[in-house]
């Protein structure tokens, strides 16, 4: 079964400092990344995605994710981290056929 | 355009009632899934919707849950002789994933907070 682990269950920076949230998964085969965002009192909402091509990719509000498929990961960074990101991150993936399997999340405080 | 809407937004019930929580997709949406998210837990898959269809129901947590997805839009989750261990967010997504389709992403909706007394 596809698992998917994320290396920090809290997060803690300062404004302008860089963040580096950590994402692993199981599955062997052909996947679709995901990184989803969760800020406080809103729902789940898409970050960026990675399908195939350019393993780095890039989303919204200056996040990025690169994909690098011998390490099975999919790490999200931002280069200067701003308060207004503090939420909870989560990673996800699915392959053909199969279901979305979510990571359990970060939760990331940024501090003015 | 309108996103995916679940109503209520929260449900306070007593132990041992049924609830019927519901789901409206993204008009055209052909794929509908239920989470539950528990308190400082990630997503648990529930079940997943292609069409009315139901091809994967290996996430519901035991034979109390069941759900339902009718003209391939609205989705009713249904949970019967509620427990204490069910109080959580229930969220809901839609994709307009297509069968063959190798890449598709999900767009969730707000969630029903449920709470079981």
């Known amino acids: 079964a596809q698992s998917v682990s994320q290396h920090n269950h809290h997060v803690i920076l300062s404004e302008a400092a860089s963040l580096e949230l950590g994402c692993n998964y199981s599955?062997?085969?052909?996947?679709?990344l995901f990184w989803y965002v969760q800020y406080p009192g809103q729902h789940l909402q898409l970050l960026l995605k990675?399908?195939?091509?350019?393993?780095l990719v890039k989303g919204i509000k200056g996040f990025e994710a690169e994909f690098i498929k011998s390490k099975f990961s999919f790490n999200l960074r931002k280069p200067s981290v701003q308060w207004s990101d503090t939420a909870e991150y989560f990673c996800?993936?699915?392959?053909?056929?199969?279901?979305?399997?979510f990571g359990p999340g970060t939760r990331l405080s940024v501090l003015p | 355009g309108a996103g995916v809407s679940q109503s209520p937004s929260n449900k306070v019930t007593e132990k041992g009632k049924d609830v019927e929580l519901r789901c409206d997709p993204i008009?055209?949406?052909?794929?509908l899934y239920w989470y539950r998210q528990s308190l400082g837990q990630g997503l648990e898959f529930l079940i997943y919707?292609?069409?009315?269809?139901?091809?994967?129901k290996s996430g519901l947590p035991s034979d109390r849950f069941s759900a339902e997805r009718t003209g391939g839009s609205v989705s009713t989750l249904t949970i019967q002789r509620t427990q204490q261990e069910d109080s959580a967010v229930y969220l809901c997504?839609?994709?307009?994933?297509?069968?063959?389709?190798?890449?598709?992403?999900?767009?969730f909706g707000p969630g029903t907070r449920l709470t079981v007394t």
């Open positions: 996800a993936v699915n392959n053909y056929g199969q279901n979305f399997v």
């Open positions: 990675y399908f195939s091509g350019d393993p």
């Open positions: 919707f292609q069409g009315n269809s139901a091809p994967d």
């Open positions: 599955y062997g085969g052909t996947v679709n």
């Open positions: 997504a839609s994709s307009p994933r297509l069968a063959g389709s190798l890449s598709y992403e999900q767009y």
């Open positions: 008009s055209g949406h052909t794929a």
